[in-house]
């Protein structure tokens, strides 16, 4: 399996230790587990900002960062070991595996954290933590601070600064290390492969959660542990609501179907759209929307590359799709005017891409001082303009009514513009027209 290796968290904690203003602590903590219904829990997912910081796997832990601390920069409160607990639900690292295993400098069990950690925050000026994202973990670190306060008459030094680390972070997160894009071409490789395998599995008669177990089964089987976000499976009609997830439609004959869908692997997203035809054959209109977003795609891919900007490739997209719907009929004007009046709305009324990356739709700023941020080499992206045709959009002739298409791809800004990390999966109509017709 390809995942993030050790000295990598370890250099992300320095590389944030050494942007902390002096004599602060940083505090953050782990993913709760949360309930499905009654005795259930959902799977459990690590909170991003601390998988990114430990790749440590389990809830009930807090990390501390305390550059310059004598006795360790690193100190993690995690569960102990508790042999009744580990033969119900698996094993624990624990305090020694905290420390042998995840690169703890220090490491207390969380039932003492209360006692323990006031005393590491005393003295310290500054508080770095996800302040606002999570009501009750504020709340506790409020109590560590009034424990410290209720102790100034006898000299305890309680911080006077609260500083979201969310800054610091998310902008770390945004570039992606050789580490972090070879986790994200793992991910994306095997979403491709699911990809292949449901087109190739697209019969009508089917329905679309018959091919979201096409996508599962592969995910699963690439050792993803789960999709990076509800896989939307949308036939016909359904093709035309963005985060459609109902996934229980029959597939009809001279249907598109519209698969949204990406696995995770490590805690990194990939997030890949591809639309085709349920039988196998492009309609002439279904191609010809088709064909536009394709070109619109194509069109943002030129413009993505160091010293452009984050808008660039949006824009792009908004003038080959508004030319084309002129061609075709669907808006008439001029084309700057219906850019300008965003005419284009009504048939793309989404961006082109989002920073990918351990959330999938990522942290860090689309803009700097108010202006779009100029890309960098390491930023990864998606791109993946739309045309969607509201079945209920009484100004079009009916031909084009209910057509829904959306390419996404997931791209890493390199030096040269960008690579492309799920090129693995047909894109052209003749290609997936291709690889549909060998697969019947
Ligand atoms: N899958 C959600 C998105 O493409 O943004
Ligand atoms: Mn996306
Ligand atoms: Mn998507």
Redesign the pocket.
Known sequence: MIHIPKAEYTRRRKALMAQMEPNSIAILPAAAVAIRNRDVEHVYRQDSDFQYLSGFPEPEAVIVLMPGRQHGEYVLFCRERNAERELWDGLRAGTEGAIRDFGADDAFPITDIDDILPGLIEGRDRVYSAMGSNAEFDRHVMEWINVIRSKAHLGAQPPNEFVALDHLLHDMRLYKSAAEVKVMREAARISCAAHVKAMQASRAGLYEFSLEAELDYEFRKGGAKMPA?GS?VAAGRNSCILHYQQNDAVLKDGDLVLI?AGCEIDCYAS?I?RTWPVSGRFSPEQKAIYEIVLASQEAAFAEIGPNKHWNQAHEATVRVITAGLVKLGLLQGDVDELIASEAYRAFYMHRAG?WLGMD??DVGEYKVGGEWRVLEVGMAL?V?PGIYISPDNQNVAKKWRGIGVRI?DDVVVTKQGCEILTGGVPKTVAEIEALMAAAR
Do not use: L, Q, R
Request: aromatic share 10%.
């Open positions: 976000y939307i949204d997030d759209t989002h999938v739709h998606t993946e996404e």
